[in-house]
């Protein structure tokens, strides 16, 4: 368990947002995913799925509970987390005015990569993408397909133990979205740790080893695909999500009947913003 | 053209505008806070200079002064801001401590020069002082005038004796006497201050306008929304227009104001210059400053579309608009020669015209024919600059801002369809 | 030394963004190339103009007046002079209306001769303003009024090219009165001086060049490096790539670093282009330099500067990219650079101030000392320790900035944009954090109010611009933030002993403020007119005592105190230790006093009131304190007894006194909540002010 390369501890998030309000965006969440083994956060929207991995990227500061990259704490040890972590994310754009081979390069440099091996990985890396013929072509110039790659050759330049993607198909094409899901099982291959996150079923079916279903926040069920049909009698990802999503919030629903006392069903998952306050204002 | 549409647009364009938090920062809240801090710090350190220099004691070494002239040296002892130290080392020692800044100034007294000799005890004095030094040139300067009333006395003492009496030695006397009221020297400074800041302050409230209604747009990526509604594209460039203009106007005014405001804290008692205290801009003025703002901001307006349009971001507008605000600073500079004289010929020149007849209003006379003229040529120069950013805008590849939208592929384009026509 | 990799990369990789993006390059590097020197040619024919049209120019004098004919005979002798046709300047003219033709600029100079007794006459009736003394000296002679017109550029210069002629007329008639009396030398003769300047050409250009250099280089280094400080934070943030830096294994400290060094080279390089530039055209004679501004500087003493300026240079681009880090867009960045802008000129105005050394508190201010610095080095009256303390002050200065742009790249809300928690709950969380915000933008409105609202009565205005300015201002933070009036105006009753101390304390804190503002005489002097103006405007005449007490102490007294020591103090509790608190509080206070030399006693009475309220826990000590203090100033100012203020001895024993009545309070004291101060023997009762909850519940 504890050398598992990616591990969470009761780790929240809490946000407020203007429109909102005082959100958990996550809530207590335990995972852990092993070497050669992609692991699949799947959810809706606002699911929490980015926040987490967030955390995990060191961009966050939890509210509360712990992760640990490679065994570094993401609080106490921010810098070494990130030296063991590729992150890829639709928010992580490239720099427009340099090349490719330059971003390979600046990005193996700035991760700690040996200096005098880093020219010979960005070669590698060149060659293993298939980015040669515009690698010296400015970023701002190439089509979107071929920023996608760019952009994962920059994610493993320094050849990092663990990757994390967030919603890496959410803006490509279908042919773009399956050459991305081909590199990713790659990757596992290599006997990367890989955290991915979707809403696209399809995608965590053919994918992931072990998929997170998450929702407002909270892990549901970290089961394989085999797992999740035995637990729940269900064959279709789609069903196996909607049942546990649904089981959540009518459980919420009773919970809210049952701290009201019976004063009439208030809509699922959605308590008022009032009484959020309240108890923010009580915990304290 | 359908007005109450073109009405909708503009209506619409400035709403967006007023809820863009910094939008409303930099044409309101600046000049209200900034205006006067500035003028704050600027008077704080104008009255701890002064104080500063009134206050700083000069250091004066002297040697060799013969002892019948034992007066000079109390009267220089006298002033309370020299201290006077008895030189007894090398002169040469003094003048490096004069150099290195110990010495403010070193007096050595000797004979006089040739030809003066005439004069029984008279004396000459090597003043040496330091021009590379502020308080060391401050120290010349009042030795120099304790110095001249000690050659009046003597003179005076020494013509009394040759029986040179009062009314033919005192000659004649004069006096300056100011004719300017106090309000005419407050509106002095303010005519040449008013217009150098009008125009400065509407190219700076229309520069972020013109670029968020451009450029902005297509950052946000709501510019083809607006190009595929239901209006006429004149319509929608005519609302954009309308509101640069507004944002020009209305914040160059205000910046005025709140400078005009802030200004008066300067004049007040505790301040600063007592008398000015009650001056202020003429009534009559005002309308001609508010005419002549809205004029300039219609006329800024339209130039700076016509460059904003072809950005595709913000950082491309601002490096477009840049060349254009610049080239308006150009006649403010120059404005601020009070001597320019307010010619029919100058009132035809845009931009300066209407800095000129500004600056007349507020020093009370508006002369007829250049303000005419002005009025005239402002309102052809704006009709010529609409027209051609109106027809700038009706250009398809503007109006798609795809890649090749930009200004060079712009002009090569006209021009080279143009040569073909040739 | 050698730099991290990751350092270097980000370095490498900021220079090459900007040279490839053309048009950031245009504006930052080619545009001013030619702009500036344009910009000096431009100015020198304009000056150049002016100089002519001044020389050319005729004044129109017109001569009236019961001894007219001999004015205009020394006017004539003016005009004609001894070197004829180049003392051409003046035109005798016949006008009819001569105060009109003054009004219409058909005119210039009005010369109305007048006799003594006529003079004598005008000046009892009060008729002139004078400008000039016509003394007892010139007792029987006849008086020449020079009536000219201010706003006039005409009028203005005759005026004075008329005095000094007369001037030299005189002397030259009384030469030959002397001359014929037998004197032996003409008057210039008597009492020779020879002035001697025994500073080198360098070290006059340099005092000349060093006023405006570190302004220049610093403005050139602000416009070089403006385009890639906002590109560099900003722009990564608008671009998306902020995320992707922020998650390699690059730390935020060599992140910042790699950029710091980035900005500060491309800012250096870019005034040096321009410098360059600058000393091309001068040097090929294409521009001439302004007058004076012909300077060479030696390749030792450039380097010094070099040396010298480092600090600066390296300050100035933390300057930016701070901005650029609190900015969300590349837009919003745009905005902070005017303030930038402002905050980093006016310290490089110091070497302006005349007679001011590194020798003096300037030392203590970044980029001041520094310019001040280089000014001495360029007048070769350097001072080394200062120029070593100056250097490291400033360096101090920058690192504490570049501090202060890694730890903005560890906030959250500004890296993602969210909603902080204080902002979005509002209240008193929120005033924490906005308190100095709202302060300054009342500062303003306080500074535009006073000077701007039309009344005319005393007593009203110091009612509205004392009363209910400072009563308003707390109303409207409590309401808007939602606070609690009692805990914000700290509303509470102190123990009795604390009244003791505030008797002895009023009296001796008005004292040991005095001493203070003359101890700071020395370091800032208060021009002498000034003072005397600001005397009459705090005891206006005609007002009764009474009213005078209730005017200017109970209402300042209640409605400041409520202002300063109730929710400044209140907003700023947490933030600040004890000591800084007090401080800050009372700095604050002293700033909304507004005139300079006021500033620093206001502050100190300022910090006295906020201890007072901090070890009572209540305002009322303050407010009464406050009151005695006034009443006190004003009572001795309408009796003439200010003097009593001015022996040392008194403030010795005003210290003594102030510490004593510290003391006593000390011994009485309930402090105040949540600043940490050790609570007093007065715990053990039940008091109700460590009773209370947190102030978080309270809505």
């Known amino acids: 368990m504890s050398d598992s390369p990616v591990r969470t501890e009761g780790l929240s998030k809490v946000f407020y947002d203007a429109s909102r309000g005082e959100v958990n965006a996550v809530d207590a969440v335990d995972l852990d995913c092993s070497r050669g083994e992609i692991l699949g956060l799947l959810g809706a929207n606002g699911a929490g799925k980015t926040t987490t991995l967030r955390m995990l990227s060191t961009i966050l500061r939890p509210t509360s509970g712990h992760a640990w990259l490679m065994g570094h704490e993401v609080r106490a040890q921010p810098e070494r987390v990130r030296a063991e972590l590729g992150f890829y994310s639709a928010s992580t754009a490239l720099y427009p005015k340099i090349t490719p081979r330059e971003t390979l390069r600046f990005f193996a440099q700035v991760n700690g990569y040996p200096p005098k091996s880093v020219e010979a990985r960005v070669e590698e890396l060149i060659d293993r993408f298939r980015i040669g013929d515009y690698a010296d072509a400015r970023v701002e110039k190439l089509s979107s397909g071929m920023k996608q790659k760019v952009s994962i050759a920059r994610t493993v330049a320094h050849d990092p133990p663990v990757l994390i993607f967030d919603e890496p198909t959410v803006a490509l094409d279908v042919l773009n979205a399956i050459e991305l899901r081909k590199i990713i099982s790659d990757l596992r291959s290599d006997g990367k740790a890989i955290l991915f996150s979707t809403h696209v079923m399809s995608e965590a079916e053919q994918l992931c080893d072990r998929i997170a279903i998450i929702h407002h926040g909270r892990i549901l069920a970290v089961e394989t695909l085999d797992g999740l049909r035995e637990a729940t009698g269900l064959h279709y990802l789609e069903d196996i999500f909607v049942h546990y999503a649904g089981v959540k919030d009518a459980d919420a629903a009773a919970e809210a009947n049952i701290s009201s006392e019976g004063a009439g069903a208030s809509p699922p998952g959605a308590a008022p913003r009032g009484d959020r306050k309240e108890r923010e204002g009580s915990s304290k | ?422 | 030394m050698k730099l991290p990799v990751p350092v270097r990369a980000v370095f490498g990789l900021e220079l090459r963004s900007l040279l490839r993006d053309p048009r950031t390059v245009l504006i930052s590097v080619v545009l001013p190339l030619f702009l500036i020197p344009f910009l000096l040619l431009a100015g020198n024919w304009v000056e150049d103009r002016r100089a002519d049209r001044e020389d050319a120019r005729v004044y129109r004098v017109a001569v009236t007046g019961a001894d007219s004919a001999f004015a205009a005979s020394l006017i004539e002798g003016v005009v004609g002079g001894t070197n004829g046709a180049e003392r051409e300047r003046f035109r005798l003219v016949e006008v009819d209306d001569p105060q009109r033709a003054l009004q219409t600029e058909a005119l210039d100079i009005h010369v109305e001769a007048l006799s003594w007794m006529e003079w004598r006459a005008l000046v009892a009736e009060g008729e002139v303003t004078r400008r000039d003394r016509a003394g007892p000296e010139f007792d029987g002679a006849p008086v020449l009024r020079l009536r000219f017109h201010s706003s006039h550029t005409g009028s203005r210069d005759g005026v004075e090219v008329l005095r000094e002629r007369l001037l030299e007329l005189r002397a030259s008639r009384r030469d030959a009165l002397l001359s014929e009396a037998g004197f032996p030398v003409p008057m210039e003769q008597v009492a020779i001086v020879d002035a001697r300047n025994v500073a080198s050409q360098e070290q006059i250009q340099g005092a000349r060049l060093g006023r405006f250099l570190t302004l220049v280089l610093l403005g050139l280094m602000i416009l070089g490096g403006s385009a890639i400080s906002i590109d560099t934070l900003a722009g990564e943030k608008e671009r998306g790539t902020l995320t992707t830096l922020l998650t390699s294994a690059a730390s935020r400290t060599e992140i910042v670093t790699g950029k710091l060094l980035a900005i500060m080279a491309v800012a250096l390089a870019i005034a040096l282009v321009q410098i360059l530039n600058l000393w091309l055209f001068l040097g090929l004679g294409l521009v001439e330099p302004m007058a004076g501004f012909a300077v060479s500087i030696s390749p030792g003493l450039a380097a010094g500067l070099f040396v010298l300026y480092l600090p600066a240079v390296a300050l100035t681009a933390g300057v930016l990219l701070l901005s650029s880090a609190h900015a969300h867009s590349y837009k919003e960045a745009q905005f902070y650079l005017t303030p930038v802008l402002a905050l980093l000129l006016v310290p490089a105005l110091a070497p302006l101030l005349p007679g001011i050394t590194l020798q003096s508190a300037i030392l203590a201010v970044p980029l001041a000392n520094l310019s001040v610095g280089a000014h001495e080095l360029l007048t070769g009256q350097a001072y080394l320790p200062g120029l070593i303390v100056a250097w490291l002050v400033t360096a101090v200065g920058a690192a504490w900035v570049t501090d202060r742009s890694i730890h903005a790249l560890h906030d959250e809300g500004l890296i993602t944009g969210d909603t902080s928690r204080a902002e979005f709950f509002g209240g008193p969380e929120l005033f924490q954090k906005r308190v100095l915000r709202w302060f300054a933008a009342f500062w303003a409105v306080k500074i535009l109010l006073e000077f701007n609202l039309p009344i005319d009565d005393v007593r009203t205005a110091v009612l509205v611009n004392v009363g209910l300015v400072f009563l308003v201002f707390p109303f409207v933070v409590i309401r808007h933030f939602r606070l609690d009036p009692v805990e914000a105006l700290a509303l509470r009753v102190p123990r009795p002993g604390v009244w003791l101390g505030v008797l002895i304390g009023a009296p001796a804190g008005l004292v040991t403020a005095n001493t203070i503002f003359r101890l700071m005489d020395f370091v800032v002097p208060v021009p002498t007119e000034l003072l005397e103006n600001l005397g009459q405007a705090v005891t206006p005449e005609g007002i009764p005592m009474w009213q005078l007490v209730i005017l200017l102490s109970v209402v300042p007294g209640i409605t400041e105190e409520l202002t300063f020591r109730g929710v400044l103090l209140h907003g700023l509790r947490k933030r600040f230790r004890p000591v800084a608190l007090a401080l800050v509080v009372g700095l604050i206070f002293g700033f909304f006093h507004f005139q300079i030399f006021r500033i620093p006693q206001s502050a100190a009475i300022g910090v006295m009131l906020t201890v007072v309220t901090l070890y009572s826990g209540s305002i009322f000590p303050a407010i009464v304190w406050h009151t005695l203090n006034n009443a006190l100033a004003v009572y001795l100012g309408s009796e003439g007894m200010e003097s009593v203020l001015e022996s040392w001895w008194w403030s010795a024993g005003a210290v003594l006194a102030l510490v004593l009545a510290f003391r006593i309070i000390w011994v009485f004291r309930t402090p105040y909540p949540d600043v940490g101060l050790s609570p007093g023997p007065a715990r053990a009762e039940p008091s109700d002010v460590t009773a209370r909850p947190p102030s978080g519940t309270a809505r």
């Open chain 2, 1 to 422: 053209m359908d007005l109450r549409q073109i009405w909708i647009l503009y209506r619409h364009e400035v709403r967006s505008a007023l809820r863009e938090r910094s939008i409303v920062a930099m044409s309101i809240v600046v000049p209200l806070i900034m205006y006067p801090a500035l003028l704050w710090a600027g008077f704080s350190a104008m009255s701890f200079v002064e104080g500063q220099a009134e206050r700083l004691t000069s250091r004066v070494a002297i040697s060799g002064l013969p002892a019948a002239h034992a007066p000079l040296a109390d009267s220089l002892r006298a002033h309370d801001r020299i201290s006077v130290i008895e030189w007894d080392g090398e002169p040469e020692e003094a003048l490096r401590g004069v150099a290195l800044g110990r010495l403010d100034v070193f007096m050595g007294f000797g004979p006089p020069g040739a030809g003066t000799e005439g004069l029984a005890d008279n004396i000459q004095v090597e003043l040496a002082y330091n021009e590379a030094s502020d308080r060391s040139r401050a120290a010349r300067v009042r030795v120099e005038s304790t110095m001249r009333s000690y050659r009046e006395t003597w003179v005076d003492e020494a013509r009394t004796d040759l029986g040179i009496r009062n009314p033919a030695w005192a000659d004649f006397a004069f006096v300056r006497d100011d004719v300017a009221t106090a309000e005419e020297g407050i509106r002095f400074v303010l005519g040449l201050l008013v217009p150098f800041l009008t125009l400065i302050m509407v190219a700076l409230a229309s520069y972020y306008p013109a670029i968020d209604a451009t450029a902005g747009e297509r950052e946000r990526s709501t510019w083809e929304t607006l190009m595929t509604v239901a209006a006429p594209r004149a319509n929608v460039a005519a609302a954009k227009y309308l509101y640069v203009a507004t944002f020009g106007a209305v914040g160059g005014l205000l910046n005025v104001t709140a400078l005009a405001l802030s200004l008066r804290w300067i004049l007040t008692p505790t301040g600063g210059a007592e008398e000015l205290a009650t001056g202020s801009i003429p009534f009559g003025a005002l309308p001609v400053i508010a005419m002549g703002t809205m004029l300039l901001g219609l006329l800024v307006a339209a130039g700076m579309l016509v460059f904003a349009v072809f950005a595709r971001n913000f950082k491309e507008g601002q490096s477009m608009i840049t060349p254009f605000y610049l080239a308006m600073i150009f006649p403010a500079i120059l404005v601020q020669s009070p001597d320019i004289e307010f010619t029919a010929s100058l009132a035809i020149v845009p931009v300066v015209n209407v800095a000129l007849l500004i600056r007349e209003a507020i020093l009370g006379s508006i002369p007829l024919l250049p303000g005419v003229v002005t009025l005239v040529s402002m309102t052809v120069f704006v009709g010529l600059a609409v027209a051609f950013a109106q027809w700038v805008m009706r250009r398809e590849e503007v109006f798609l801002g795809a890649s090749e939208g930009g200004l060079g592929t712009f002009l090569k384009r006209r021009l080279g369809v143009r040569g073909r026509e040739a």
